[in-house]
């Protein structure tokens, strides 16, 4: 590996990590914040869900533009919007003014994270492409089950600003490095920017996930939510039809007559939608069941976070000697086998309970994500990497998005009817359905101990009954999804679907 190749292959993992970390680093910072600006729950959900929309929204169409006006200056632009934007939502005063540089943030990591597989797949080819996107799928996994752990030490140590501070001085530093080692590529047959298909795909991706993300809260029947359902197919519909009026669209979509494409895009939504999705569960019970501080939480996820680090590197050598389609429907089984190891969970349960379940999926997620990225690019001309980037990585995000919904609705059903059921008959019986939705937001503790003394101990046994069971009930769910995703895989991914040229024929095979 050259020293371009280590610099590159360093900068992008960074930029990976930094803007994935924000999507779980900000959840155990909430207290802080809301006492610092002195927010509603509404303003703390923004907080988080500002972020997420954007960083979901854009991402193809990120993807597209650096194709178009160039992969590297798109990312350096990313990576400055991304760093500037940290810098105001450290600086805030006031919940409004946080998530507009959240949804800023969110659009500097849309860029970054649309560019990052077209970056490492011209730069790396053969055996050496499949290392680098074991270690960039190792980021992935490590940012998401430590950002717990780190957001609760810089809040513990320095307050919650720090959180986005420490993002500025790391993003400057790898925009030079970027400027000084990446080189720059673009689509050479770009005929201009479409702009109505870039208006259109946004928009819809933009109602449907405002939709899923605000769903639960305000009931998936209410008007707001169908407006939003409804808006986003009549704009998908819209950009369907200008995608196939255009000669070169910025969403091919001959792509999905490549089962390869098809199955490794509804893997990674698979992925996304149980292993990534359940870690908000799991830290809920970890810090509102079990009672444990935002940054013992986070150091409880390492056997997951460093299983997947040190098996995705292993996965990438072997890319080039075992199919595909093997490593990517293993790993999601993986995946699958280890949800269901987490279940049967009980109230008298502790953490290790968890611990076989995080090391099998911790390998299947390793094993996964090398493979998935290997898949999404060696479809597509180098030409359109950037638009199969963005398109691979919609796909996880759009998974996150769901997998937290759908389990979300499931969660709260599960969890507020087994307690209804444990209240019945009891002087609490009455107020069981508002204390239920504290229970399952993970809020149950703040609930309990706001309630007569003598009535505590009957609703914390309620609570801690219902907030197992329901957890036990999405678990297995994740596990399903994991394994529907793995036989897709396994099965849509076939080699002829490659394209083969003379330095990538080895990272395809």
């Not at 809260?217 to 255009?246: P, Y």
């Not at 609930?447 to 003394?453: E, N, Q």
């Not at 793995?486 to 490659?498: E, H, M, S, T």
């Amino acid at each position: 590996m050259s020293e371009r190749q280590r610099w590159t292959l360093v900068t992008v993992c960074v930029a990976t990590f930094m803007l994935l970390l924000d999507i779980t680093v900000v959840n155990v910072a909430l207290p802080s914040i809301r006492s610092s600006l002195h927010g509603s729950f509404t303003d703390l959900q923004w907080v988080v869900d500002a972020y997420s929309l954007t960083l979901a929204t854009l991402l193809l169409t990120a993807g597209s533009l650096a194709d178009q006006l160039g992969r590297r200056r798109v990312f350096v632009v990313g990576l400055g919007l991304f760093s500037a934007a940290s810098l105001l939502c450290g600086l805030a005063t006031t919940p409004l003014f946080l998530n507009l540089a959240r949804g800023a943030q969110g659009v500097g990591g849309a860029v970054m994270f649309a560019t990052s597989l077209a970056l490492l797949a011209q730069e790396f080819h053969g055996k050496e492409r499949g290392v680098a996107f074991g270690i960039w799928g190792a980021t992935i996994g490590g940012a998401v089950a430590i950002g717990p752990l780190v957001g609760g030490a810089l809040t513990s140590a320095f307050g919650w600003e720090w959180i986005f501070f420490v993002n500025v001085p790391i993003g400057i530093a790898a925009m030079f490095a970027a400027m000084r080692f990446i080189h720059e590529s673009r689509d050479p047959e770009g005929r201009g920017i479409d702009w109505l298909g870039l208006i259109t795909f946004s928009g819809s991706l933009f109602c449907l996930v405002f939709a899923l993300i605000r769903g639960n809260d305000e009931g998936w029947s209410s008007g707001m939510i169908v407006s939003l359902l409804v808006a986003s197919a009549v704009l998908m519909a819209a950009f369907l039809a200008v995608e196939m009026a255009q000669d070169r669209p910025m969403f091919d979509l001959s792509l999905f007559r490549k089962p390869a494409f098809v199955g490794a895009s509804l893997a990674a939504f698979a992925l996304s939608a149980s292993m990534f999705a359940m870690f908000l569960y799991l830290t809920l019970y970890l810090q509102g069941d079990l009672g444990y501080s935002p940054f013992q939480a986070g150091l409880r996820f390492l056997p997951i976070s460093l299983i997947s680090f040190f098996v995705a590197p292993v996965a990438g050598r072997l890319s080039a000697r075992i199919p595909l389609r093997t490593l990517l429907g293993a790993g999601l089984m993986l995946v699958g086998v280890g949800l269901l190891l987490m279940g049967g969970l009980s109230e008298s349960s502790g953490w290790t309970h968890l611990i076989p379940g995080f090391i099998i999926a911790g390998a299947g997620v390793g094993m996964a994500n090398p493979s998935l990225a290997t898949i999404a690019v060696g479809v597509v001309p180098p030409a359109r990497s950037g638009m199969a980037s963005g398109i691979n990585n919609t796909f996880r995000q759009a998974g996150i998005a769901t997998g937290i919904a759908g389990l979300g609705a499931i969660f709260q059903h599960q969890v507020t009817s087994r307690f209804v059921d444990a209240l019945a008959g009891t002087p609490m019986a009455g107020r069981s359905h508002a204390l239920a939705h504290a229970v399952s937001s993970g809020a149950g503790s703040q609930a309990i101990d706001a309630l007569p003394p003598a009535s505590r101990a009957v609703v914390a046994d309620a609570a801690q009954s219902a907030f197992v069971g329901g957890l036990n009930d999405i678990l297995v769910v994740a596990a399903v999804v994991a394994l529907v995703g793995a036989v897709l895989g396994a099965a849509l991914v076939r080699q002829q679907d490659f394209v083969v040229q003379p330095q990538t024929a080895a990272a395809a095979a």
